[in-house]
């Protein structure tokens, strides 16, 4: 009886899989879809080790092992007749209804499969694009604005419409929702599509935005102009960095409360790096203290950039990242690459521009030129208000990258834009500040929040931005707060609630300061 049952079960088991193996081969003839070329179709069972050979080798996509059956749809769409996107459609077996976009990082050109692994997990019928070029190098926008417009928002958008096409046809019906995730420049996808595409998505998780994207673009190659090359009289050694941390610590950290390494609200620290200036007699080389110039590159750095006619730029870098990531990307003393190519490919269309004359005339030309509004900061969220749609907006504390500092600006911008108190903001757009992380994961802190599949440690919504938005918009509960952990080695070692803006943690001086519960939101 058993051994029947048992074999019964396998051959309907076998059936499904069959089953969903044709509907996968038959995908490709069912599609009509304007404009596009459908590559292949492929039927991808749970724990298929894939790598992604035909991949820019710059987009450096690593192989990634999905837990669930999918089919895979990979298709060229033309968006003019000198430009087109990559995109794929995974679309999984055991299927939730959900729709999901996932973006892309940089100035790239390169699929997020890690994010598309994540989501299809979840069960979400996911598409991801190339952003219009392969590649993380901007030289493809070069006398291109097709590539651009692609760039700036048309990628995103146009996968979104397709990708729902396809999802209709593949599962013969409409899905329930549709969500977005991604950081960076995927955050700022995210706040395009909020701003200019309501009716892309019912909610949107959008982390340390790219907003406000061609000041950013100028303010992110200025640091080069501050600490110029190495060995010279403005350049600080990474030891020296260190040293600023340190002092940052001594200074700044227990503003929170708690001495731990972390600022819960960095904008409240005014460092002063006066107080690292060598004594008298010190040797010129030593790497604990600045020189007075060196003490005016770190004051530099820590205040917001402005241009011609003293008109504002972009905020200052938030105090406290000096350690984080690929050694000082932007205290390195060489140009920043994505500065270098917007300016080079988009602003100039000159590949022999050079990177070290940037300055106040070149970001505002740079602004003014502003490609398809890449800016991305309308703060006119209304349309998206109205159809009741969801935006989680989140931004690491120790971001290196894009200084979290630009994020309340978005926030308070949109509030006076729109003439709405944070009470009525919270109904449909909320932003929460994540201390102890870096640009979009990592850091020291309490860093891990859902925001990509290395950084999960639990699917809980109250620990999980993208299940957070998920909830919000199904079932109308919004997130208060989020609960990040501090994973090490695969171990949880403290938790922390993250507050919702304008709120700041402060330990309450009761408790173990690794207990959330220890701390609250003031
Ligand atoms: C997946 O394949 C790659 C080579 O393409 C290999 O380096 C990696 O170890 C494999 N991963 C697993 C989990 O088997
Ligand atoms: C991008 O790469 C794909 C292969 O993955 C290729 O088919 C496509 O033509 C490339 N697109 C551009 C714009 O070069
Ligand atoms: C297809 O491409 C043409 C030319 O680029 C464009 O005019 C048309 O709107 C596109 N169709 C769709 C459905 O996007
Ligand atoms: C491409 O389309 C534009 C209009 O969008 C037209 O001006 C141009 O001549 C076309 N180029 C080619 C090579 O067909
Ligand atoms: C399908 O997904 C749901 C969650 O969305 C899960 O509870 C269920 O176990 C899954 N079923 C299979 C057969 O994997
Ligand atoms: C600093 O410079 C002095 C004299 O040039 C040299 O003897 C010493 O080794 C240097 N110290 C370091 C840490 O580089
Ligand atoms: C960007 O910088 C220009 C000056 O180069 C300034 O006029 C403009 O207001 C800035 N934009 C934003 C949104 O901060
Ligand atoms: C984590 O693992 C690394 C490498 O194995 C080890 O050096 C480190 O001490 C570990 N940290 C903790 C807190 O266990």
Not at 86 to 109: K, Y
Not at 130 to 156: C, I, K, M, Q
């Amino acid at each position: 009886m058993r051994a029947i049952l048992y074999t019964g079960l396998l051959s309907s088991l076998a059936a499904a899989t069959q089953n969903a193996q044709q509907q996968c081969s038959k995908l490709a003839k069912k599609l009509d879809i304007d404009n596009a070329t459908v590559w292949f179709t492929e039927y991808v069972s749970a724990g298929t080790n894939m790598s992604f050979p035909d991949a820019h080798p710059t987009c450096t996509q690593g192989a990634v092992t999905v837990g669930v059956d999918f089919c895979r749809v990979a298709l060229y769409v033309a968006t003019s007749n000198r430009s087109g996107i990559s995109m794929e459609a995974w679309l999984p077996s055991n299927w939730t209804g959900r729709f999901l976009s996932t973006g892309n990082g940089g100035l790239n050109g390169c699929l997020s499969y890690s994010d598309m692994a994540y989501t299809v997990e979840l069960g979400f019928a996911t598409v991801g694009a190339n952003n219009g070029h392969n590649g993380t190098s901007g030289a493809p926008f070069l006398n291109n604005p097709d590539v651009v417009e692609d760039f700036a928002y048309r990628s995103v958008h146009t996968n979104v419409v397709i990708g729902k096409q396809i999802s209709k046809a593949f599962y013969s019906k409409k899905h329930t929702k549709s969500y977005y995730l991604g950081c960076s420049t995927g955050g700022r996808q995210g706040f395009k599509s909020a701003q200019s595409f309501p009716e892309d998505f019912d909610g949107i998780v959008a982390g340390a935005p790219a907003f406000n994207f061609n000041n950013l673009t100028s303010w992110s190659g200025h640091f080069y102009l501050l600490t110029g090359a190495p060995g010279s009289p403005t350049y600080l050694t990474p030891a020296q960095w260190t040293a600023v941390h340190a002092d940052i610590m001594t200074q700044c950290d227990g503003l929170d409360g708690y001495l731990d390494g972390i600022l819960e609200d960095p904008q409240l620290c005014h460092y002063r790096p006066e107080s690292l200036i060598c004594p008298p007699g010190t040797p010129a080389n030593t790497s604990t203290c600045l020189t007075g110039t060196q003490a005016a590159t770190v004051r530099a750095v820590f205040s917001d950039l402005h241009g011609a006619n003293g008109a504002f730029v972009y905020p200052r870098m938030q105090p406290g990242t000096e350690l984080l990531g690929t050694p000082y990307i932007y205290f390195a003393g060489q140009p920043f690459p994505y500065t270098t190519d917007w300016f080079r490919y988009v602003v100039y269309n000159d590949p022999a521009w050079d990177p070290a004359t940037l300055g106040p005339a070149d970001y505002a030309r740079a602004d003014a030129l502003n490609p398809s509004d890449i800016r991305t900061w309308s703060g006119d969220l209304s349309r998206i208000r109205a159809r009741g749609a969801k935006i989680l907006h989140w931004h690491g504390l120790q971001d290196q990258i894009i200084t979290s500092e630009i994020s309340p600006r978005y926030y308070d911008h949109v509030a006076r834009t729109m003439g709405l108190p944070g009470s009525t903001l919270d109904e449909f757009y909320r932003f929460f500040r994540i201390s102890g992380t870096g640009h979009c994961q990592g850091g020291p802190g309490a860093s891990f929040i859902g925001q990509g599949r290395s950084a999960v440690a639990s699917l809980d919504p109250e620990q999980n931005v993208l299940m957070a938005v998920v909830r919000w918009v199904e079932q109308g509960k919004a997130p208060e707060s989020i609960l990040g952990s501090a994973v090490v080695n695969g171990t949880v070692v403290y938790q922390r609630r993250h507050c919702k803006y304008p709120l700041r943690n402060v330990y309450t001086g009761k408790g173990d300061p690794k207990h959330p519960d220890s701390w609250k939101c003031v």
